[in-house]
């Protein structure tokens, strides 16, 4: 695409002697494979009609092997169709050039990068509320290392603050050690329910003791209490254990682990010296720092009252210890909508504070499903509404009439296919429906569906007896690959696009379309029973797509089957 610029580029040069940045859109098939509006740009510029513009563009085209065909269309726009041999032999290139793989790059060499995920808090079961930020925090991680850069994956764990101070009250009220013994974080989880709900009956009489009990176990703890300390190791350990086996099931892996009671200490120091300098200051009895000066109304709070730490506390000590261990050019964070303002304000506490801006806030939309009623609502493991291990168990025995003639590993990589799928299928920032029937639809927009795509492939190349790597032949025309050819010539610009944006429901749908284009030239053609040197070129072109569509696949983290 860069060489259809450049020849475009030339020709606009050669014809009005400017220099302008060429755009090129994807436009309708029967016009041609793209649309650029430079004409429409200079056309003003240059005082000329647009069309006129286009058609003295074309005149002074370069003699080139890029492109087709080229025609000016409606007020001035310039369709482009490109020749077959070009795209085979861009590819061609691409494929042989980079040992690594396909559309690889290098933009992020000699740089570091964080990737913080999942982050749950601890002592709860792992929720459906923390899989958007495991699914979308591994797949970023994915994409930034194939571009180069060296990431570290953070899990970042709520190991600290007032859920421990209502974890301890609720299991000295509602609990024993046989019965945490018996159900682990799923008995933690049920105690903090049920103070939480004391905490808000409490609070509706005008009473406090309750709260005042969480936050003096919170106090305790920061204080180093022996008993305060024994119940946080023992119920971390409980909910790293249960988080590890869901994180397995989920097939991704961190590299830290350090959660905020590791950062309490040095963030209190943090406060005192930001006291001094003038930064933070008493207001109650709490610590602040006024953001107003920046344009945020709302101070953020690094201290209380009672001295206890907060999220900020931890944070801007987590800040300097990324900043002076690693040095990241950013910090990429995945939370729900909910923390939005809290990252603006935390961003400029950093900046006040004399920390490099690294934060990028990359929040998402929450789950939902429909209840009883048919009425669409959040998705809770709070509520009792479904818990994450209870999805995958779910999703595994749907998996499994997909996979008949498969393994039990086949039917688990179909499951976390419509899983994970599922949570790329639009804008992170929209709220996604859980449709059972929709996910697992392999003729649908759904992950099996592209599952099954590359599997048919992989029948195709074994029943092929390959002896060696396809090659493609110059002597095909390729005339019924343009549509493949010019879908896979997309893929390394949509990896450089999503390294800026990451909007990763872009490679859901691309492959996807991918996989449609797919099944419309195998209405077309039929590879194995093609003469040479079709049957070679063809066999080259699937073993292309294959890889397209496993490399991402692997980005947004699914695995590909066996059998399906």
Not at 18 to 29: A, K, N, Y
Not at 78 to 95: E, G, K
Not at 219 to 243: P, T
Not at 298 to 305: D, F, S, V
Request: proline share 3%; with cysteine; glycine share 6%.
């Amino acid at each position: 695409m860069n060489e259809v610029r450049d020849v475009l580029s030339r020709a606009v040069q050669a014809a009005y002697d400017e220099s302008v940045d060429i755009e090129l859109t994807r436009t309708d098939p029967q016009f041609g494979d793209f649309a650029c509006n430079v004409a429409l740009q200079l056309a003003k510029k240059v005082g000329q009609n647009p069309r006129a513009v286009a058609e003295k563009i074309l005149d002074s085209l370069p003699t080139n092997d890029l492109i087709d065909s080229v025609a000016v269309a409606g007020p001035g726009f310039i369709n482009i169709r490109l020749t077959n041999t070009s795209l085979v032999r861009a590819l061609s290139d691409h494929v042989t050039n980079d040992p690594r793989g396909f559309a690889s790059n290098d933009i992020g060499k000699g740089s570091t990068i964080i990737c913080e995920f999942p982050s749950p808090n601890m002592a709860k079961p792992f929720s459906v509320g923390h899989i958007r930020s495991a699914l979308q925090g591994w797949a970023l991680y994915k994409l930034m290392e194939r571009c180069g850069y060296k990431v570290i994956r953070d899990n970042h764990i709520g190991d600290y603050g007032t859920p421990f101070g209502k974890w301890v009250v609720g299991f000295l009220r509602y609990s024993s050690k046989d019965k945490l013994q018996q159900d682990g974080v799923y008995e933690l989880a049920r105690v903090y329910i049920a103070i939480t709900a004391d905490m808000k009956h409490e609070k509706q009489q005008g009473v406090t003791k309750t709260a005042d009990e969480v936050q003096d176990w919170l106090v305790k703890l920061e204080h180093g209490d022996k008993e305060a300390k024994a119940y946080s190791k023992q119920f971390n350990q409980i909910s790293l254990d249960h988080m590890h086996h869901v994180m397995d099931r989920l097939r991704i892996e961190t590299d830290e682990e350090l959660g905020e009671s590791h950062y309490v200490k040095r963030g209190q120091e943090l406060v005192d010296e930001l006291l001094k300098k003038g930064i933070a200051k008493h207001s109650e009895g709490a610590v602040i720092v006024p953001l107003d000066d920046v344009g945020i109304d709302t101070p953020i709070m690094l201290r209380k009252a009672n001295g206890a730490a907060l999220y900020a506390t931890t944070d801007l000590a987590t800040i300097e210890y990324r900043q002076k261990h690693w040095n990241p050019s950013k910090v990429f964070i995945h939370t729900g909508q909910e923390q939005v303002f809290y990252f603006e304000q935390l961003k400029a506490l950093a900046k006040k504070a004399g920390y490099k801006d690294t934060i990028v806030h990359l929040w998402h939309g929450i789950v939902d499903q429909l209840n009883d009623e048919g009425e669409r609502e959040k998705m809770s493991s709070r509520k009792g509404v479904v818990l994450l291990e209870e999805l995958l168990d779910t999703a595994q025995a749907k998996a499994v009439e997909l996979t008949k003639d498969g393994t039990a590993n086949d039917a688990d990589a179909v499951a976390l296919g419509a899983i994970k799928f599922l949570d790329f299928k639009a804008d992170r920032k929209t709220g996604i429906l859980f449709d059972w029937e929709s996910i697992f639809n392999v003729h649908g927009f759904s992950g099996p569906a592209v599952q099954y795509a590359i599997v048919r492939i992989q029948s195709i190349l074994q029943k092929a007896d390959l002896h060696g790597a396809p090659k493609p032949n110059k002597e095909y025309d390729w005339s019924e690959e343009h549509a493949l050819l010019l879908e896979l010539a997309q893929f390394p610009g949509l990896i450089m696009e999503l390294h800026d944006t990451y909007e990763l429901q872009k490679l859901a749908h691309y492959v996807y379309g991918l996989a449609q284009e797919l099944n419309r030239y195998y209405e077309k053609v039929r590879v194995l029973e093609s003469d040479e040197p079709a049957r070679q070129a063809r066999l080259w072109l699937l073993t292309l797509v294959s890889e397209v569509m496993s490399t991402s696949l692997d980005i947004l983290g699914i695995p590909v089957p066996e059998k399906m």
